[in-house]
């Protein structure tokens, strides 16, 4: 089976009876290349429904998570499992446990990945091991959350149980979590149109191997315009350090983003090494809270305001010849998921240009790079996006904002997909960023403003659907 | 992908069941097992699928038994009317198999594996109801529903599924309306199988509970997990089976214990 991706992690849902004869079919060498090639944070197994395993098959399995561990430098692990699992699984292994073990998803996601924990959050946790809780309150905090042990299981039920009338007492809590070490990329959060990285420690020459460039270029590619690298949980930082974020900022000035510094106080930092990083663009803020509060910043930088050198690209010829590639696959993902087929109705070189009341209309947009470089941007009124992702919905009649927001992400992410085969078929090779979605179209249209390319407008069930190719 | 107009089409072609199988079910029915042999007689087909499964060790016959009123006799009622139904299943699988990379010999083996240990079932139940009994031969017909169904739509099943984790049985649901054991239910009615059977297969699928009447739930839950360990078989999740319907924990959570006891599990 193909793991699934969601927010940098490649996740394998595996299900029923596993044992040694059938784990090897489970995840074949065929999914472990394919899933090596792959750029994630983390490689998990669900045991969510797992009925049951014996020694075999989770060996079986260890060996194929350390495999990703020492191929990709991921994290790996296993979440989901009951109480019972757990204690079987540390029992299996009662020297050291190859792999990482969380309670569920969303508290994998507290460590690797992103996480929809807000940073500086409350996190409760238990552990019987006395390493393991230095370990995690350690980790906890390098990634930007404030981390509370509890003592016991009792207590932590207790706690939860207030927590069902107030809420707020803390954002997420586990007790059945087990880390082991690798190598720590920074944690990343979305904030809105802002990307927050969490720096701790002392910050020198290795940030850059602790870095994610790819993700942090792919956000720069979909028109993320704000980059902050929080420093409140920073000791110091040198030169090297220094030499780094001032290339990322020279760096983000060609896509007309900005990189800021939060909390980095003076004496965390030389005062001619901090001028070092002004000259090179970087802005400097007392706090996170302050410059989330800025509302000039952010506006500035909700999408593209600045015109700049990558904004100027024109499209290129050989994006041109392959267009009815990227229409025709808009169509076919559009045709399969809903049954129907939209109609071409204009195609024009311009600005993307919408003749609708934008406070109907949603967007998303995925960018693509490798032999071919470019923007999708699909703009549809609200009916249309949830008839296009009625099936990702689960047909449901009333949905959140967040669920349709994920639904629109998966959708654009299969027009992605069926393009991306699509050129595969003709020797053209694309690597896919993250998608982003709008529920507001004019957070897009600052993404895009003033950037050429084609605009497609087709009708789809007598609505306008609107498809845009730019660079 | 698939439409309302496609399920209308499948269930259009469903072939009717036999004469001969229609006739000897209801000498079943009638517990006339001399008139019922003699009818299956005529089935030579049939035969040697009865001879086949009642000489598996789990009948705990010492020779083979290959006259047909002694095949008749040895299972009895319940169990005859049981493989009978289950040889139905057989006819309606396709001669190749290109959705699931199942082999002919896959799916007889698979047919074999479920009578028996749902029988083991059973026997630990003490139930001798044989609408229960039939239900969990029904069970590779979902999966046969699923082949004729999907094989010429793997290339957009395989797309909608790179982004998101959803099980067959569901994504037909989404897209159509129906999933495989409504289908299924259909197929019971064409060939006039038992509807309880049907519903009891429909409630294990795991999301439907109410699909069965309350007293048939344990078996319903029982038949969900059944169908998970069947695909202890390598081959079978190499086939792509495990993808067919997600394992619903809570459905089955006063059951599982019992379940791995009665089938011998051990870790």
Request: charge should be neutral; glycine fraction near 4%.
């Amino acid at each position: 089976m193909r793991p699934v991706i969601k927010d940098k992690i490649a996740i394998f849902y595996i299900q029923g009876f596993i044992d040694g004869n059938n784990a090897p079919s489970l995840i074949t060498l065929q999914d472990i290349t394919y899933t090596i090639g792959l750029d994630v944070d983390a490689v998990l197994i669900s045991f969510e429904k797992v009925i049951f395993f014996n020694k075999k098959g989770l060996d079986f399995l260890a060996e194929v998570l350390k495999q990703f561990k020492s191929k990709m430098g991921v994290l790996i692990g296993i979440f989901g499992y009951s109480k019972k699992s757990y204690d079987s699984i540390l029992a299996s292994y009662p020297d050291e446990l190859p792999f990482c073990l969380f309670d569920d998803l969303k508290t994998a996601t507290l460590f690797v990945g992103i996480s929809e924990v807000p940073r500086d959050s409350i996190i409760l946790f238990y552990s019987k091991d006395k390493d393991q809780k230095n370990y995690i309150s350690l980790e906890l905090y390098n990634r930007g959350y404030q981390a509370i042990y509890v003592s016991t299981p009792n207590e932590l039920a207790l706690k939860r149980a207030a927590r069902v009338q107030n809420p707020s007492l803390f954002a997420h809590s586990f007790e059945m979590t087990h880390l082991i070490n690798h190598s720590h990329k920074i944690a990343k959060q979305l904030f809105g149109k802002v990307v927050v990285y969490t720096l701790s420690g002392y910050i020198d020459g290795d940030v850059a191997d602790r870095f994610d460039l790819n993700y942090h270029t792919k956000s720069l590619n979909v028109g993320f315009k704000l980059f902050v690298l929080d420093c409140e949980r920073v000791k110091a930082m040198n030169i090297h350090g220094v030499n780094f974020i001032a290339k990322l900022s020279i760096a983000a000035a060609e896509w007309g983003a900005t990189i800021c510094l939060t909390s980095l106080d003076d004496d965390k930092i030389q005062p001619k090494l901090k001028e070092e990083l002004e000259t090179s663009g970087v802005l400097f803020y007392p706090t996170l809270e302050i410059l989330l509060n800025d509302k000039s910043l952010l506006e500035t930088h909700g999408g593209g305001a600045t015109v700049n050198k990558k904004s100027k690209q024109k499209i290129s010829k050989n994006l041109i010849e392959q267009l009815p590639v990227f229409i025709n696959s808009t169509i076919k993902s559009l045709s399969i998921l809903t049954n129907k087929t939209p109609i071409k109705e204009s195609l024009q070189m311009s600005q993307l240009t919408i003749n609708s009341q934008l406070d109907n209309l949603l967007a998303s947009s995925i960018g693509f790079y490798g032999d071919l470089d470019g923007l999708i941007v699909l703009v549809f009124p609200k009916t249309i996006a949830i008839k296009a992702c009625k099936i990702l919905l689960n047909n449901q009649e009333s949905f959140s904002d967040k669920e349709l927001e994920d639904a629109l992400a998966e959708f654009v992410n299969i027009v992605a997909g069926t393009t991306k085969s699509a050129l595969s078929d003709k020797g053209i090779k694309i690597t896919i960023t993250l998608p982003r979605t709008f529920l507001k179209l004019n957070e897009l249209l600052h993404t895009v403003e003033a950037k050429n390319g084609v605009q497609v407008v087709m009708s789809f069930d007598g609505e306008p659907f609107y498809f845009f190719l730019t660079r | 992908m698939i439409t309302a107009n496609d399920l209308e089409k499948f269930i259009k072609q469903i072939p009717a069941a036999p004469v001969v199988v229609i006739e000897t079910l209801k000498e079943l029915e009638k517990e006339d097992l001399i008139k019922a042999a003699k009818s299956a007689l005529r089935d030579p087909a049939l035969i040697s699928y009865l001879r086949e499964i009642i000489n598996k060790p789990y009948f705990g016959f010492t020779n083979d038994i290959n006259d047909i009123y002694q095949i008749f006799s040895g299972l009895g009622i319940i169990r005859a009317k049981q493989i009978i139904s289950s040889y139905l299943v057989s006819i309606l699988a396709p001669k190749s198999w290109s959705f699931f990379e199942l082999t002919q010999e896959d799916i007889q083996n698979m047919q074999s594996d479920t009578i028996i240990i749902w029988n083991k079932i059973l026997d630990y139940k003490k139930c001798e109801e044989s609408e229960i009994a039939i239900s969990a031969v029904l069970l590779p017909a979902a999966i046969i529903v699923c082949e004729y169904l999907f094989r010429a739509k793997q290339e957009e099943i395989e797309l909608i599924l790179s982004n998101k984790y959803l099980d067959y049985n569901s994504l037909l649901e989404r897209v159509s309306g129906r999933n495989f054991f409504d289908l299924v239910e259909i197929i019971c009615q064409k060939w006039g199988l038992p509807i309880r059977s049907a519903k009891i297969l429909k409630a294990a699928s795991g999301n439907n509970p109410d699909a069965c009447d309350y007293k048939d739930l344990v078996y319903a839950k029982m038949l969900h997990m059944l169908f998970f360990y069947l695909l202890v078989k390598p081959n079978l999740v190499k086939a792509g089976l495990m993808q067919f319907i997600e394992y619903n924990p809570d459905f089955t959570e006063d059951i599982a214990q019992e379940f791995i006891e009665i089938v011998g599990i051990k870790s």
